[in-house]
Each structure stands twice: as C-alpha cells, then as structure tokens.
C-alpha cells in the first residue's frame, strides 16, 4: 500500500477496533536499475563463479554464487531455538534500492579481488 498523505494514514489508523497490531512502515527508495541488475549478474556473479571453481577444482553455478554472496553480505541472523547459535540466512537482493545494491555490489567485488584474486571492472566506467 503506498500513501502519501499522512494525514489520510492517520485517519485510516483510528478505524482499526483496539487491539494489538504490527505495522512495518518503510520508505521506499529509488529501485536499482537494470544497468546495476545486468553488471551483478553479467560481471559479479560470473567473476564469484571462476574464482570458486578454480578454488575448489569445482564449477560453481550461478544460484549458489549469488547464495554465497548474500550469505556473507546480505544475510539476516537469528537464533537457533534449539541451540541458541547464531544463524546467517540470505536476506535477497531484490528488494535492495539503488543505494544499498551498490553497497553490496562494491563488498562483493572487494571480497572477489581480495580472495579470489580477481579483479572486476569498475561499473561506473565503460
């Protein structure tokens, strides 16, 4: 739902009966663009993939080079209930705005170049 009246918001608010309830209210970014979505998928990704593959004398698919990604730079943790160790999930890059993305994008890179020993163009030159 977007609103862009808060006081329209306001009033909606006070029609709910009383109660308890949970509303996450988020201010929603500029979406990251297909240049930035081709540059991860088209450079990134296949530069994670080669790295990994001669790493560890395997290939490395695609899904898994963005799971690994993710698991290290967008990831949200939570406790096992069980154990009460600390649990990275991938958080998904698709709801990152343009800002965030290219945070993202620029840690991946810096790991790919650290680690992997692989450098990847600079996306803001052609």
Same mark, same amino acid.
């Given at each position: 739902?977007? !609103?862009?009246? /808060? =006081?329209?918001?306001?009033?909606?608010?006070?029609?709910?009966?009383?109660?308890? +309830?949970? *509303?996450?209210? $988020?201010?929603?970014?500029?979406?990251?663009?297909?240049?930035?979505?081709?540059?991860?998928?088209?450079?990134?990704?296949?530069?994670? !993939?080669?790295? /990994? =593959?001669?790493?560890?004398?395997?290939?490395?698919?695609?899904?898994?080079?963005? +799971?690994? *990604?993710?698991? $290290?730079?967008?990831?949200?943790?939570?406790?096992?209930?069980?154990?009460?160790?600390?649990?990275?999930?991938?958080?998904?890059?698709?709801?990152?705005?343009? =800002?965030?993305?290219?945070?993202?994008?620029?840690?991946?890179?810096?790991?790919?170049?650290?680690?992997?020993?692989?450098?990847?163009?600079?996306?803001?030159?052609?």
């Amino acid at each position: 739902m977007t !609103m862009k009246d /808060k =006081g329209k918001f306001f009033d909606c608010l006070r029609t709910f009966p009383n109660g308890l +309830y949970s *509303l996450l209210v $988020k201010s929603i970014g500029e979406q990251r663009s297909s240049p930035q979505n081709r540059y991860y998928w088209g450079v990134v990704i296949p530069a994670y !993939m080669m790295g /990994k =593959g001669e790493s560890d004398g395997e290939p490395c698919s695609k899904d898994q080079a963005h +799971y690994d *990604l993710q698991l $290290k730079y967008n990831f949200k943790e939570a406790a096992d209930p069980e154990t009460g160790e600390l649990v990275r999930t991938p958080a998904g890059t698709s709801d990152l705005d343009t =800002g965030p993305f290219v945070d993202y994008t620029e840690l991946c890179r810096s790991w790919i170049a650290m680690w992997l020993n692989i450098n990847t163009p600079d996306p803001k030159k052609k």
